[in-house]
């Protein structure tokens, strides 16, 4: 057993490997693009097969592709990929998986790099019936891994291993098993051997896979039941009382229990669907009082309240009401929500507040955004309705560019933007990066086209998908693990969409910049404009590497 | 020993999370459980960051609760008085006297007056920034002084010998002669 410090997300890589798998697929977001990059950063050394895939629903397609070809697969992505991805995940569920297939999903309670909403992306399970297994340190994120693909090949199911921010990017000690796999001579190849019979969820004969899907879960329930997934940490004494916790709030609860000084049981829930009705019904028969700790919302707490009709009526269930359903938990929290329900004192610290503005994130000094956002904002008339995206091309709500009117999700600029310009007689810009143009803005770009709109679309080419932190897109003429791929042309694909006004310029090009602005702004037909440049920070990485 | 709680704050693109690593790293070599949490992405783009760290015999939760932190790293003298809500009477402030000006108007003055009144007699303000700039000709390495400092003053219970050992881990092979250096600056 050899023991070494790893970030949680580095160690689902390493357990992923040790599983064996052949072939990893994602989108990057934060807080998971570490996983898809530690993949790729090893990829052609190990002989496995890693991709940056264009968008998180081509993610998973690409995986179910690799599953059902025989190889074990890994999908990875932040919280609000799963939505991308869920119109192609619901009929997984329904087909099962051939060869095994893990899918990753970071939430990131307190929304600390993710727009859009505090997504607690474990309400999918019941939406897909695929099972969630929930690890709460980096050392449960190495064996978790090892056993989602475990559970996903003994009964052909996808398993998604839900983590969160604080499980993301935890570094601790994990005890690693002492022979890393050896490095593959060559990639392993599948064979997809055609059963339509599972492979196509064509009416009826879906109805009948919704039916063995439910007897599957059904099984993986008894499985649940005597799984490690879920352990018991007893108390010295019997107690009256007892805690509930799954994710890294289970740390917290321990934490707690330790300051406050208490003998008190938990129960830890890894698995978080299908849940083990029995073990939770034992754990809360003795019981007078429970305290459920997850992140963020109430759906173990929900699930305990029905069963402790059949267990225990009397019992008192504590969760939402003393534990904040906004924003991650911590120590002390769940140390005063104990304190509360077992009615001792508990001392809060006295807390200081320094009376600081808040320190906005920003673009970087020499970020090419500067000058981009500064000729739209002179460029402009009064009225011009600012449509925001996602990427680092979302600053432009902050002082001082301030213009940003509605920031929704991937793609959604031209998206709304196009409701906006035909619901008003108002100037549109929807602003977004390239990244996320690849990703989400070509279908509403078709949309803009096709019905008659007259948005402009401003696109601001960093050579890069930034924000996460550099991942290579299919703009750049590189594949995520450095090779050469074809070069995908964003000024091609609008004129291939039927975009009539197209421009490309640097932006330091200023005065061109707002005299087109202007001008495309009185086109009677979707225009589109794209201020190339490349990032400042990846110009001075290269300069560090010595690659310029 | 009792859990010590470490959070080392600044602006995105400082180093926090190389001194994180570094510290992490020094805990474990120690004997130490450590656990920390960091945060990247948006965050980082310059602006607010934190890390947490806590080191001890058994660690749990890698967040420092507000109010309990023992040492705060600063790496820039704004951040760190947003800090000052971690800290109680007993919190070691060490912080670097390195003002990065931000939208808001501001000066370094009052920030100093303000911290000065805040933290008192546990306040360890040092011109990290310009000493190293001055001896090494590298602002960069000005974390590393910092926690050069930390060790030899025993604000934080780690030993110089388990720590050098982590800057060698954590510190790629091209930078780790300057990166020992600055850190041995800070013994006086």
Known sequence: MKKEILLGNEAIVQGALEAGVDFVSGYPGCPSAEIGQGFLDIAKKQGIYAEWSTNEKVALEAAIGASFSGLKSLVNMKSFG????????????????????????????????????????????????????????????YEFTKLAFEISEKFNTPVILRITTRMAHQRAPVSLIKNPPLPRLRRAMGEFVKNPHQFCTMPPRVLEMKKELLEKIEKIEQYAEKSQLNKIDKSKKPAKAGIIASGVAYLHAKEAIAELNLDLPILKLGLFYPLPEKKIKEFIK??????????????????????????????????????????????????????????????????????????????????????????????????????????????????????????????????????????????VIAIMGDGTFFHAGIPALINAVYNKSNLLVFILDNRITAMTGHQQNPGMGKTGDGEDAPMLKIEDIALACGVKNIKVLDPANFGELENTIKDFLNKEEVSLIISRKICALLVKRQQKNGNI | METFNIIIVGVGGQGLITLNNIIAQAAF??????????????????????????????????????????????????????????????????????????????????????????????????????????????????????????????????????????IEKVIPEKYLELNIKAFKLAKV
């Open chain 1, 286 to 427: 003795p019981l007078k009082k429970v305290l459920i700790a997850e992140e963020t919302d109430p759906y173990i707490e929900k699930e305990i309240k029905i069963l402790a009709k059949d267990a225990n009526l009397k019992i008192e269930i504590f969760g939402k009401g003393l534990l904040p359903e906004i924003g991650e938990l911590n120590y002390g929290k769940i140390a005063k929500a104990l304190a509360k329900i077992l009615g001792i004192k508990y001392k809060e610290p006295k807390i200081a507040v320094a009376d600081l503005p808040r320190r906005h994130p920003q673009i970087c000094p020499s970020c090419p955004y500067w000058l981009a956002f500064s000729a739209i904002k002179k460029s402009a008339p009064e009225g011009t309705v600012f449509a925001g995206d996602i990427g680092c091309n979302m600053l432009a709500g902050v002082l001082p560019h301030n213009i940003q009117d509605f920031l929704f999700s991937m793609g959604a600029s031209i998206g709304i933007g196009h409701g906006v310009k035909k619901s008003t007689n108002q100037k």
């Open chain 1, 82 to 141: 799963l939505n991308v991805c869920s119109d192609s995940l619901f009929p997984l569920a329904y087909t099962g998986t051939k060869a095994p297939m893990v899918i990753v999903v970071a939430d990131d309670p307190s929304c600390w790099s993710s727009a859009q909403s505090e997504q607690d992306s474990r309400g999918y399970a019941y939406l897909s019936r695929i099972p969630v297994i929930e690890p709460s340190d980096p050392q449960e994120a």
């Open chain 2, 29 to 166: 070599i120690s004997g130490y459980d450590v656990k920390t949490s960091e945060l990247h992405g948006l965050s980082q783009r310059v602006g607010s960051v934190e890390t947490h760290l806590r080191l001890g015999k058994k660690v749990y939760s890698p967040l420092v609760v507000k109010g309990k932190a023992d040492l705060v790293l600063g790496l820039e003298i704004t951040e760190s008085l947003r800090a000052i809500s971690f800290s109680n009477p007993k919190t070691n402030f060490l912080i670097n006297n390195n003002y990065i000006s931000f939208m808001e108007n501001i000066s370094h003055k009052e920030i100093e007056e303000k911290i000065k009144l805040s933290v008192k007699k546990n306040l360890y303000l040092i011109s990290a920034s310009e000493i190293c700039k001055e001896k090494l000709q590298k602002e960069v390495v000005s974390s590393i002084y910092l926690l050069g400092y930390a060790v030899y003053k025993k604000l934080i219970p780690l030993e110089e010998e388990s720590v050098l050992k982590a």
